[in-house]
T-cell receptor, first 116, second 113 residues
Framework: NAGVTQTPKFQVLKTGQSMTLQCAQDMNHNSMYWYRQDPGMGLRLIYYSASEGTTDKGEVPNGYNVSRLNKREFSLRLESAAPSQTSVYFC???????????????FGSGTQLSVL | GDSVTQMEGPVTLSEEACLTINCTYTATGYPSLFWYVQYPGEGLQLLLKATKADDKGSNKGFEATYRKETTSFHLEKGSVQVSDSAVYFCALSLLPGNTPLVFGKGTRLSVIA
């Protein structure tokens, strides 16, 4: 059971470099999310996609872009990485049938990103 | 805006001790409330939930009761095990629709044998 798959698991970038974090889910979920986790800050929402074809900003969107490539895939791009973007990034997905079950999020195992 | 406040950690307990992790919330509507757990090196996973006042969520010996009068959803376990060592996150979501969850900052629990 794959669930939510994130790649890569680890990445080191230099300031100014760009990269894309990939996320795919195989549960036929409509909604997908990107969070970052920092010590003492908990999880903060970067962007989310409530359904295929839509994306919305979360709490901390600056410096990031997203693409909902299809129902399965939701990528996060850092155009010009900064040391402040050093963090652990989590992708998550949920169903959204409107029944109230959409709140159960399924998380990937995370990407540890360091920007030097 | 909507928010969740958790007790600061870390919390260190001996095996078989009682656990309480406090969580209070601020919301404009009537949220659903959740506890998620993150084991070392893994993503978060749902531990339990409650969708209306006075509901009690329970799982793996943990339980939490939705208290509307005190806007609280404290996590409790009567006897912790070493395997319960993890980071615990309280979260809320407003119904209906695809409102993303709002998470607290997390509380790290370490249980020693």
């Amino acid at each position: 059971n794959a669930g939510v798959t994130q790649t890569p698991k680890f990445q080191v970038l230099k300031t100014g470099q760009s990269m894309t974090l990939q996320c795919a889910q195989d549960m036929n979920h409509n909604s997908m999310y990107w969070y970052r986790q920092d010590p003492g800050m908990g999880l903060r929402l970067i962007y989310y996609s409530a359904s295929e074809g839509t994306t919305d900003k979360g709490e901390v969107p600056n410096g990031y872009n997203v693409s909902r490539l299809n129902k399965r895939e939701f990528s996060l791009r850092l155009e010009s990485a900064a040391p402040s973007q050093t963090s652990v990034y989590f992708c998550a997905s949920s169903s959204s049938a409107g029944t109230g079950e959409n709140e159960k999020l399924f998380f990937g195992s995370g990407t540890q990103l360091s920007v030097l | 805006g909507d928010s969740v406040t958790q007790m600061e950690g870390p919390v260190t307990l001996s095996e078989e001790a009682c656990l309480t992790i406090n969580c209070t919330y601020t919301a404009t509507g009537y949220p659903s409330l959740f506890w998620y757990v993150q084991y070392p090196g893994e993503g978060l996973q749902l531990l339990l939930k409650a969708t209306k006042a006075d509901d009690k969520g329970s799982n793996k010996g943990f339980e939490a009761t939705y208290r509307k009068e005190t806007t609280s959803f404290h996590l409790e376990k009567g006897s912790v095990q070493v395997s319960d060592s993890a980071v615990y996150f309280c979260a809320l979501s407003l119904l209906p629709g695809n409102t993303p969850l709002v998470f607290g900052k997390g509380t790290r629990l370490s249980v020693i044998a």
